[in-house]
């Protein structure tokens, strides 16, 4: 029997035992006359087989199915039944480990430690939308795994990316939002928000101005309540205004330490969602205010662990006589000249080692039109890293 029947038969007994109970069982009539509910998945073959057995099994469909879209049969092994997926969830490593991304959850998981991991971007101007996928061809989306979605929500002040699991819906009220990048007016300074709380490093949580007039019982706990600020991205001014040179830009990752870039080096890695709930009276509305903001969470800062937070610069290109252009090695990945590329490695502000300094943690490049290769790896995760690069998407009046 083929995998797939397995699933189809695994899923038939459950639709089949839903539609007879509402409690997923089936009725059935003893011989006293009373009503006995038995459970459609418990009567399964499949359930009934040794655990050994059955863990194996799933190591040899994780083993095999390494790469989109095949892999979409670890996930749905983890969707089977409860059983399936604490062993899934066992069996299937972060993507420091496996450099693989199979579950939502790897999207905030820092990066491979022995490569980069391969994405690519495409940008949709009609709609401001942008597309991050995995995968190793940029000319078509059919060879590669979808991984998020944002989209520019200009402001008066600021702008906006709100980035979303959903490539259909990328809105600050879906469930599926997992933060957003703000800018200045100027284009010079980001902020990285996380819907989540992070493990550690965060400084505080804020409430954005659309907050709507409701109490804490309307909202749904999987709705986040708030903003959490994990990083900073900021690109220097251009003073002499006439010159077209590279761009200088600095992150700093607020829930990282500095030692995650050394051998051994150990980053914050989230093993499921965080819904956050503000901790208020129930009867206390969230008031609509252009300066309100929530500063009820205090986690334990990156201080008292004697540590200090990661920051990245952007690696200086050289100027190639040539060419007549400044040049960077992406080994490949870029091909076409543009402002917006750039390499970013630690910075010696991190009191790290020179080749830590020199090991590149996140590339981005055009190769297309509106097509941009993204590149990152440990220690920080494609949901950082893709924020990130939204940044370079802005325009930057002060710095071109």
């Known amino acids: 029997m083929s995998f797939r029947s397995i699933i189809f038969d695994m899923r038939g007994l459950r639709s ?20 006995v509910v038995l459970d459609g998945l418990k009567q399964s073959c499949w359930a009934n087989m040794p655990p050994e057995l059955l863990r194996d099994v799933l190591l040899r469909i994780e083993a095999s199915e390494d790469a989109w879209p095949v892999r979409k049969h670890v ?29 939502p959850i790897s999207l905030k998981q820092p990066g491979s430690r022995d490569s980069l991991l ?16 995995l995968g190793l061809n940029q000319a078509s989306t059919d060879d590669g795994k979808f991984l998020l979605a ?28 997992i933060g957003k990048l703000r800018s200045n007016f100027l284009g010079t300074k980001f902020t990285i928000y996380d819907a989540h709380p992070p ?51 600095q992150c700093v990752m607020d829930a990282i330490p500095a030692s995650a870039v050394e051998p051994g080096g150990v980053a914050p890695t989230q093993t499921h969602f965080l819904h956050s709930r503000i901790e208020t009276s129930p009867s206390i509305p969230f008031f609509r205010s252009k300066s309100t903001r929530v500063d009820n969470l205090q986690p334990v800062p ?25 040049c960077l090695n992406f080994n490949g990945r870029v091909t076409v000249a543009s402002v917006k590329n750039f390499q ?42 893709f924020a990130i690069c939204l940044s370079s998407f802005d325009t930057k009046i002060a710095c071109e």
């Open 302 to 326: 990156l201080t008292t662990q004697n540590e200090g937070m990661l920051v990245l610069r952007n690696k200086s290109p050289r100027w190639h006589e040539q060419l007549q252009c400044w």
């Open 118 to 133: 391969q994405c690519y971007i495409k940008r949709n101007r009609s709609s401001q939308t942008y597309y991050l996928y």
């Open 344 to 385: 970013l490695v630690a910075s010696p502000k991190n009191g790290v080692s020179e080749q830590a300094q020199e090991n590149v943690i996140l590339q981005f490049g055009k190769v297309g039109k509106d097509v941009f290769t993204m590149d990152y790896q440990y220690p920080i995760s494609a949901f950082e890293a």
């Open 199 to 249: 493990l550690c490093g965060a400084a505080k949580v804020t409430k954005s101005r659309s907050t709507r007039l409701v109490s804490l019982k309307q909202v749904s706990p999987r709705v986040p309540a708030g903003n959490y600020p994990i990083a900073h991205v900021s690109y220097d001014l251009n003073v002499l205004g006439s010159s077209r040179g590279p761009r200088i830009m």
């Open 16 to 35: 089949r035992s839903q539609s007879h109970h509402r409690d997923g069982g089936v009725v059935c009539v003893n011989e006293g006359g009373g009503l």
């Open 150 to 177: 944002a989209r520019k929500c200009r402001r008066a002040t600021h702008t906006d990316y709100i980035i979303s699991l959903n490539c259909d819906d990328v809105s600050r009220g879906s469930s599926t939002y």
């Open 75 to 103: 996930v749905a092994c983890a969707g089977v039944c409860r059983s399936w997926r604490e062993i899934m969830n066992e069996i299937v490593k972060s993507p420091q480990v496996s450099s693989k991304l199979t579950f």
